[in-house]
């Protein structure tokens, strides 16, 4: 019971869209590809390399795939572009009929969007199981460099440039996060935390995820951080136990030596600590732009040219993840005990694909959490 009176208590604290946390909201520019604030009827581009996108409404919203056709995300992530369901942000424009379903859901924390459709049309290489997308990247750039982030979705008309968000995006499906608030428990960076790249987006984004022909705007309940374990220690303090990804790679050295490395739990988590549920929904028929647009040549089923280096080996632990992602069992970081798992959720892309670009970067921040452990935030 403690775990959804912590998450309750948590959200009663009010969001003033002129006072934020630290880290909620970003202080940078927008980028040279992107117009100085996001700007709705700006001149549809089908060829545009703006990565600006908004987040804003069921029918109001913005993805980040590839510039051109017949791409895979693991291998275009540093320059993907911005494509709207309207024509805003000198963005491109999402047809009329490739998005299937949308839920679009508001919560005190962060603005989250699911959904469902045919994502060859803005260019993912049909099969393509995916990838993770987030404002950090091995150098600090971004995936995609210089992608932003915006939403007016605390007080319905001011847009915010937020700081900490994620997405993962298939060549079916998606879902997107960005982080509109923290508390002394929950920090931004940690709400939407980025480095659970192939567990797809019903573990690191749980919600009611629902299939084509649904379009939906709801309230919903706060999830936990993605990989976060609620337990209670000894003395009764609400705990935290983490799960950080496993994989294994080479390292080569500035000295040309290599070096193996395994980090991250030997066991995957089957499921989250709890599924947020949506509440107050409205439903729409469906959403459109009615714009003609001229597409770019279709994908083809052609593969794409090999990588030409050699890359880290990520995935799940030695126990193979089957498609669903079901795993038995789960270790935990911070000796507290996680709830035991449940086979009711699985992820969205269990073999989402990792850039070779990121992995140095997170075997760096997996190792440091892997000592440090993560207990409430102060």
């Not at 459109?288 to 647009?293: I, L, Q, S």
Request: charged residues 15%; aromatic residues 8%; negative net charge.
């Amino acid at each position: 019971m403690f775990p959804a009176l912590l998450l309750i208590a948590a959200s009663l604290a009010s969001v003033n869209a002129l006072d934020f946390p630290k880290g909620v909201i970003a202080t940078g520019t927008m980028g040279v590809t992107n117009p100085p604030k996001p700007t709705m009827g700006t001149p549809v581009n089908q060829q545009s390399m703006a990565r600006l996108i908004s987040l804003n409404a069921v029918d109001d919203f913005c993805l980040f795939a590839p510039p051109e056709p017949n791409s895979e995300i693991g291998e275009t992530e540093d320059r993907e572009v911005a494509w709207c369901t309207k024509p805003r942000n000198n963005a491109r424009l999402i047809p009329d009929g490739v998005i299937t379903g949308v839920s679009f859901l508001k919560t005190p924390f962060y603005v989250q969007v699911m959904g469902t459709g045919d994502f060859t049309k803005l260019n993912i290489r049909k099969g393509d199981a995916g990838g993770e997308l987030d404002p950090h990247g091995a150098t600090g750039a971004g995936n995609p460099a210089g992608g932003n982030v915006t939403t007016n979705i605390v007080d319905g008309k001011t847009d915010l440039n937020i700081e900490e968000w994620m997405m993962f995006i298939s060549d079916s499906q998606f879902c997107v996060r960005a982080c509109t608030n923290a508390n002394a428990t929950y920090d931004a960076a940690h709400m939407c935390w980025h480095q659970l790249d192939v567990m797809g987006c019903e573990f690191v984004m749980p919600g009611t995820y629902k299939g084509p022909g649904t379009f939906e705007t709801c309230d919903a309940d706060v999830a936990y951080p993605p990989g976060w374990y609620p337990g209670v220690d000894a003395s009764g303090k609400t705990t935290f136990s983490t799960f950080a990804q496993y994989f294994t790679g080479v390292y080569t050295g500035g000295d040309g030596k290599a070096t193996g490395y395994t980090v991250g739990d030997l066991v995957t988590p089957t499921t989250v600590a709890f599924i947020p549920k949506s509440s107050n929904c409205v439903t729409t028929a469906t959403i459109g732009n009615a714009v003609a647009v001229t597409q770019q040549p279709g994908a083809s089923s052609a593969p794409p040219p090999p990588n030409g280096s050699s890359k880290p080996v990520s995935g799940s632990a030695p126990a193979n993840p089957t498609k669903s992602g079901s795993v038995a069992g789960s270790q935990t970081n911070s000796g507290s005990r996680a709830p035991p798992a449940s086979s009711g959720s699985s992820a969205a892309f269990p073999m989402a694909r990792l850039g070779g670009s990121e992995f140095f970067a997170i075997v760096l921040v997996s190792l440091i959490a892997g000592i440090a452990g993560i207990g409430l935030l102060h």
